[in-house]
């Protein structure tokens, strides 16, 4: 069975700095897909990014990118910038390729932001 | 429009009422999904709607029953629910031929069982 690992519970850093969160995945596929979803105080998941497993680029969304390393299943997420709308916890979460539309999601890490 | 809506956004009641969770979306996806989450903790995967058929329940107990009426609804009856049912109630949709198959998630309904 698949797992995802977030090592680090929680997680603080300054305004404007950056920040990196880490997530480890177990899997025997080839072909999945990872994301990093962000859920404020106000409860909505929302997605920060994705990456395909096949993809050697790693995605990147403004201020948000990933160190996607597949030998090793390593998904981080780092923040650059770090602004006080970033506070929130983040889920890292795995899904395998085809038709299965199950997600697998770690515990999460929460991330304070200091003015 | 990129939301999914959920109703209502707080729900108090009793272990012998019956009550439901509605959630919608026009964004034409065809895989809607409900998960239960509890506070500081990852969602948990409850039912998979596939082309409104159910394609995976997660072993969850008959106290709660899905509901998919067409393709942009997704229902859950509620009925002789525990204390411990009390939790946040995500659901959320997905294109069902998109590549990524990424989540989009509603705000949730905060369900409390006295």
């Known amino acids: 069975a698949q797992t995802v690992t977030q090592s680090q519970p929680e997680m603080s850093v300054q305004e404007a700095e950056t920040v990196t969160l880490s997530c480890t995945y177990d899997?025997?596929?080839?072909?999945?897909?990872l994301f990093w979803y962000k859920q404020p105080p106000s409860r909505q998941m929302i997605l920060v990014i994705r990456?395909?497993?096949?993809?050697?680029q790693n995605a990147t969304e403004n201020r948000f990118s990933v160190n996607f390393q597949k030998a090793a299943k390593s998904f981080s997420l780092k923040i650059s910038d770090s602004q006080l709308g970033d506070a929130a916890m983040y889920f890292c979460?795995?899904?395998?390729?085809?038709?299965?539309?199950?997600?697998?999601f770690g515990k999460g890490t929460l991330l304070t932001v200091n003015p | 429009d990129t939301e999914v809506t959920q109703t209502p956004k707080h729900l108090v009641m009793g272990m012998t009422n019956k009550k439901s969770l509605k959630c919608e979306q026009h964004?034409?996806?065809?895989?809607m999904y409900w998960y239960k989450q509890k506070a500081k903790k990852p969602p948990e995967l409850m039912f998979v709607?596939?082309?409104?058929?159910?394609?995976i329940n997660e072993s969850v107990p008959s106290r709660f029953s899905p509901e998919c009426p067409n393709s942009s609804l997704l229902n859950l009856h509620l009925h002789a629910l525990q204390p411990e049912d009390s939790a946040l109630y995500l659901c959320?949709?997905?294109?069902?031929?998109?590549?990524?198959?990424?989540?989009?998630f509603g705000e949730g309904s905060r369900l409390t069982v006295l």
């Open positions: 959320a949709s997905s294109h069902r031929d998109r590549e990524a198959g990424e989540l989009f």
């Open positions: 899997t025997s596929e080839s072909d999945y897909y």
């Open positions: 990456q395909e497993a096949y993809k050697q």
């Open positions: 979460a795995y899904r395998t390729g085809g038709s299965n539309y199950k997600l697998t």
């Open positions: 964004m034409g996806h065809r895989a």
């Open positions: 709607y596939s082309y409104e058929k159910l394609s």
